[in-house]
């Protein structure tokens, strides 16, 4: 599996930026479903979920990015979205994206970076004025 991201950039506390990720290399089959997230990265801070999507469409995020930030995903594209609004100088970090085959359940599971098989190379977001 391939992962990779993109849209990450420099915007002002209160702004908005989507990131974009797109998955390749594997075909799931029928019988086999996968679930996605988008982690983050701050210098000096280990990594930490942001945002899940569930193989069955449910999605959870961590608490300090509930009402701002929104996951989503393009099947047709193969391509996971992470809507991020009302951007804030704590949110500058490396965003990778993550998948995983099968069903997560909750985010105590899809939240762990350990929980998934697949990175992306990571895009960089920094808010800052």
């Known amino acids: 599996v391939q992962l990779v991201e993109s849209g990450g950039g420099l915007v002002q506390p209160g702004g908005s930026l989507r990131l974009s990720c797109v998955r390749s290399?594997?075909?799931?089959?029928?019988?086999?479903?996968?679930?996605m997230g988008w982690f983050r990265k701050a210098p000096g801070k280990e990594r930490e979920g942001v945002a899940a999507?569930?193989?069955?469409?449910?999605?959870s995020y961590a608490d300090s990015v509930k009402g701002r930030f929104t996951i989503s995903k393009d099947n047709a594209k193969n391509t996971l979205y992470l809507r991020m609004n009302s951007l804030k100088p704590e949110d500058t970090a490396m965003y990778y994206c993550?998948?995983?085959?099968?069903?997560?359940?909750?985010?105590?599971?899809?939240?762990?970076?350990?929980?998934?098989?697949?990175w992306g190379q990571g895009t960089q977001v920094t808010v800052s004025s």
């Open positions: 290399g594997y075909t799931v089959s029928p019988y086999e479903t996968y679930y």
């Open positions: 993550a998948s995983g085959l099968g069903y997560g359940g909750n985010w105590w599971n899809l939240g762990r970076p350990g929980f998934y098989s697949d």
């Open positions: 999507l569930d193989s069955d469409g449910s999605t």
